[in-house]
């Protein structure tokens, strides 16, 4: 299985099984459009090549279809062209396996001092009430993580919200009793927080530059963006109080180890104004992320709107690549993939872990398969006192992987967003195997656009390297 596109200049082969990128002339790539359906078809070496030069005889001589076809079956013959595929078994097989539980998300406070508007956690809430969650039930969280970890010596705890830093000293009682875990259990707990900023000090960020592995700023772009969709209660706009916050944030971390996060709706569709904006306010690592909502909500997303979001990926590449060339590079999340090495096989196949390796913890110590299935009674798998007591929720879990799931099956994309999130597929399908369609489109763009500019810095860092010597 291969896919073809034509991007910014390049023409770009990607072999879907083996993950083998290809960036090749005009006549390789026509040839390769006719070979693959010929070869779909069932028809021989020698029929095919046949078929080829009858096909190309109008655009390319019968030498250049022949000298592309010895260089297409030569990647063949390598494993880099038409690979089979060998994951399936493998993913099967792994499922069989026990699980152990790596990572949590401690939602350590269920209230917040902003009202976003498209809020999944409706202000904090999530579908309930107002709490924080107390050193005790934290504590719990943190045994219930070590005892179910196995012998995995990594483990990951997020502080999310609702707004995290409205819980403050407990956050900080976690992670030093954390800490007291590691040497007598043999772990080693890497700690995140998520936050909206408005309540960051010198004394908050001190600490989170000394014990916190990563941090998320919540900003969407634009101060008209941002304060229109990220308003406080009363109405006023959150952009003035927290951008020299998260600049002081980014610098005092060395621009690494953090990134702003921003949603763009319908409001925005013109989004890569806001990662330039970000880019122009100094920092250097950007997320900013499509938004989920139901069809009814007048900020969401809708198909007619793909056409235009897609070309405003391609903008976006080409803006950031020419960044790059000034010396003003920067990291944007969709676009950063990894071609030589990447997530490790099983990650690929089967995602983010939720509901078997990583799970949502409430302010009261109820588990969840992840933060966006909160509240939702029917996924409540058990409470950090008992254990999982709801095994049949994680076995579906467990099951839940790209070969799971219909449309993922002849996706080109599959091994790189592993078959989406499956809240989006519950919340649109009412089942967690399924894919979030509009949401699919755009993955497949972003990851069209990643492989297009890791081919157009290689000839950027070719260039430079020319130019040194």
Same mark, same amino acid.
């Given at each position: 299985?291969?896919?073809?596109?034509?991007?910014?200049?390049?023409?770009?082969?990607?072999?879907?099984?083996?993950?083998?990128?290809?960036?090749?002339?005009?006549?390789?790539? +026509?040839?390769?459009?006719?070979?693959?359906?010929?070869?779909?078809?069932?028809?021989?070496?020698?029929?095919?090549?046949?078929?080829?030069?009858?096909?190309?005889? +109008?655009?390319?001589?019968?030498?250049?279809?022949?000298?592309?076809?010895?260089?297409?079956?030569?990647?063949?013959?390598?494993?880099?062209?038409?690979?089979?595929?060998?994951?399936?078994?493998?993913? @099967?097989?792994?499922?069989?396996?026990?699980?152990?539980?790596?990572?949590?998300?401690?939602?350590?406070?269920?209230?917040?001092?902003?009202?976003?508007?498209?809020?999944?956690?409706?202000?904090?809430?999530?579908?309930?009430?107002?709490?924080?969650?107390?050193?005790?039930?934290?504590?719990?969280?943190? +045994?219930?993580?070590?005892?179910?970890?196995?012998?995995?010596?990594?483990?990951?705890?997020?502080?999310?919200?609702?707004?995290?830093?409205?819980?403050?000293?407990?956050?900080?009682?976690?992670?030093?009793?954390?800490?007291?875990?590691?040497?007598?259990?043999?772990?080693?707990?890497?700690?995140?927080?998520?936050?909206?900023?408005?309540?960051?000090? +010198?004394?908050?960020?001190?600490?989170?530059?000394?014990?916190?592995?990563?941090?998320?700023?919540?900003?969407?772009?634009?101060?008209?963006?941002?304060?229109?969709?990220?308003?406080?209660?009363?109405?006023?706009?959150?952009?003035?109080?927290?951008?020299? *916050?998260?600049?002081?944030?980014?610098?005092?971390?060395?621009?690494?180890?953090?990134?702003?996060?921003?949603?763009?709706?319908?409001?925005?569709?013109?989004?890569?104004?806001?990662?330039?904006?970000?880019?122009?306010?100094?920092?250097?690592?950007?997320?900013?992320?499509?938004?989920?909502?139901?069809?009814?909500?007048?900020?969401?997303?809708?198909?007619?709107?793909?056409?235009?979001? /897609?070309?405003?990926?391609?903008? /976006?590449?080409?803006?950031?690549?020419?960044?790059? *060339?000034?010396?003003?590079?920067?990291?944007?999340?969709?676009?950063?993939?990894?071609?030589?090495?990447?997530?490790?096989?099983?990650?690929?196949?089967?995602?983010?872990?939720?509901?078997?390796?990583?799970?949502?913890?409430?302010?009261?110590?109820?588990?969840?398969?992840?933060?966006?299935?909160?509240?939702?009674?029917?996924? /409540?798998?058990?409470?950090?006192?008992?254990? @999982?007591?709801?095994?049949? @929720?994680?076995?579906?879990?467990?099951?839940?992987?790209?070969?799971?799931?219909?449309?993922?099956?002849?996706?080109?994309?599959?091994?790189?967003?592993?078959?989406?999130?499956?809240?989006?597929?519950?919340?649109?399908?009412?089942?967690?195997?399924?894919?979030?369609?509009?949401?699919?489109?755009?993955?497949?763009?972003?990851?069209?656009?990643? @492989?297009?500019?890791?081919?157009?810095?290689?000839?950027?860092?070719?260039?430079?390297?020319?130019?040194?010597?």
């Amino acid at each position: 299985m291969i896919h073809q596109y034509k991007n910014n200049g390049y023409n770009i082969v990607l072999d879907v099984n083996s993950g083998s990128v290809h960036v090749v002339d005009d006549v390789v790539y +026509d040839v390769l459009s006719l070979l693959e359906k010929e070869t779909e078809e069932g028809r021989m070496e020698k029929e095919t090549e046949a078929l080829c030069v009858d096909g190309l005889k +109008d655009k390319y001589s019968q030498e250049d279809v022949k000298d592309a076809l010895t260089q297409i079956m030569e990647l063949k013959e390598a494993g880099m062209l038409f690979a089979p595929d060998i994951y399936e078994n493998y993913i @099967i097989d792994f499922k069989k396996r026990e699980t152990v539980v790596k990572a949590l998300c401690l939602h350590i406070a269920h209230d917040c001092n902003l009202a976003c508007r498209y809020c999944f956690a409706e202000e904090g809430e999530y579908h309930g009430r107002r709490a924080l969650m107390s050193f005790e039930v934290g504590k719990k969280a943190l +045994d219930f993580l070590v005892r179910n970890s196995g012998n995995r010596v990594n483990l990951e705890v997020d502080f999310f919200g609702g707004e995290p830093l409205m819980n403050w000293q407990v956050v900080k009682e976690l992670v030093a009793y954390g800490r007291s875990l590691e040497e007598p259990y043999h772990k080693k707990f890497r700690f995140t927080l998520t936050t909206n900023g408005i309540l960051l000090n +010198d004394e908050i960020m001190e600490f989170v530059n000394r014990e916190m592995s990563n941090v998320v700023l919540s900003i969407d772009g634009r101060k008209e963006v941002n304060d229109l969709m990220r308003p406080y209660r009363g109405g006023q706009g959150s952009y003035d109080t927290i951008v020299p *916050k998260f600049q002081k944030v980014a610098e005092s971390r060395d621009q690494m180890n953090y990134y702003v996060r921003g949603t763009f709706t319908r409001n925005n569709l013109d989004f890569a104004k806001d990662v330039a904006h970000l880019a122009d306010l100094g920092f250097q690592q950007i997320s900013v992320e499509p938004v989920v909502a139901e069809p009814t909500d007048d900020y969401a997303l809708r198909e007619e709107d793909l056409p235009g979001l /897609l070309a405003e990926y391609d903008r /976006l590449a080409v803006e950031l690549l020419d960044r790059r *060339k000034k010396g003003k590079g920067v990291n944007f999340f969709h676009f950063m993939i990894d071609l030589e090495g990447g997530p490790c096989v099983a990650k690929r196949l089967s995602g983010c872990g939720s509901g078997t390796e990583y799970l949502a913890v409430t302010p009261w110590g109820d588990l969840y398969p992840c933060h966006q299935f909160v509240g939702k009674e029917e996924f /409540l798998m058990g409470n950090v006192e008992e254990g @999982i007591t709801r095994t049949d @929720i994680r076995d579906e879990f467990k099951t839940c992987n790209v070969y799971a799931k219909e449309k993922c099956r002849n996706c080109f994309a599959k091994f790189y967003c592993s078959g989406g999130c499956a809240a989006n597929s519950y919340n649109f399908h009412g089942h967690i195997k399924d894919a979030y369609d509009l949401g699919c489109e755009l993955q497949r763009k972003r990851i069209e656009c990643a @492989i297009m500019i890791k081919a157009a810095l290689a000839d950027i860092e070719g260039e430079e390297s020319n130019e040194e010597e």
